[in-house]
């Protein structure tokens, strides 16, 4: 009993190894899949229509990972539908960091 308190213990502590970034091919596929797909929804510069702003004046209050359910899970209710069928939990989560930095333009 005392081990598996003290592996808990230890693990709780332990950081999750990092999830490796999209390749820059596939960093490109996302790039233009925000600009082209979401950007029919939330505007083709991402300031909102349909959808709300994706600039990061309007997310940065926003939990990262609600931001990422949303993206991957969609919005049940609304017009916003689920991603997973074409894009990695890791995937959302790059797509998200690239929000809040400021969207790249198409590379």
Do not use: N, Y
């Not at 991402?46 to 969609?74: C, F, M, N, R, Y």
């Amino acid at each position: 009993m005392r081990l598996v308190i003290a592996l808990g213990l230890f693990l709780v502590g332990t950081p999750l190894p990092a999830e490796p970034l999209p390749s820059a091919a596939r960093q490109r596929e996302l790039v233009h899949l925000v600009r082209q797909d979401c950007g029919s929804c939330h505007g083709m510069t991402l300031q909102g229509g349909l959808g709300p702003s994706l600039q990061p004046e309007a997310l940065h209050d926003k939990p990262v990972d609600s931001l990422v359910a949303t993206i991957h899970g969609g919005r049940p209710g609304t017009p916003m539908p689920p991603w997973h069928r074409f894009l990695s939990e890791a995937e959302a989560r790059w797509i998200v960091e690239q929000l809040l930095a400021g969207f790249p333009q198409e590379r």
